[in-house]
């Protein structure tokens, strides 16, 4: 008997997903930073392990910081919105930097 390492039965077919671009701009009410993350109120559920560029600019400063992100988690209701959680993937030492100057001025 030989084996083969190509699966032929059709039972692995390729996976691809599409996603219509969305844009959020949420008031900083909404948003709370974490050290290595954030969380955010989302009027839609956002599904998990989706890949989301965050673009932050504090209230107060001009700083921006800039990246990437997962959601690792969202849960909530149509009615009352739905909480998301997104975790950064390496982000830039000035980038964090700035992560931590907004998670001081973020909402308590």
Not at 28 to 57: H, K, Y
Not at 80 to 88: D, I
């Amino acid at each position: 008997m030989a084996t083969s390492k190509l699966d032929r039965s059709g039972a692995f077919k390729p996976l691809s997903c599409e996603a219509a671009p969305t844009r959020l701009a949420l008031p900083a009410s909404q948003v709370v930073v974490r050290r290595n993350g954030l969380e955010f109120i989302s009027p839609d559920p956002v599904p998990t392990w989706v890949e989301l560029n965050v673009d932050l600019q504090s209230p107060e400063k001009q700083s921006r910081v800039c990246g990437t992100g997962i959601v690792v988690d969202c849960v909530g209701t149509p009615h009352s919105g739905y909480l998301v959680s997104l975790v950064f993937l390496d982000l830039s030492q000035d980038a964090q930097r700035g992560l931590t100057e907004l998670q001081w001025l973020g909402p308590a």
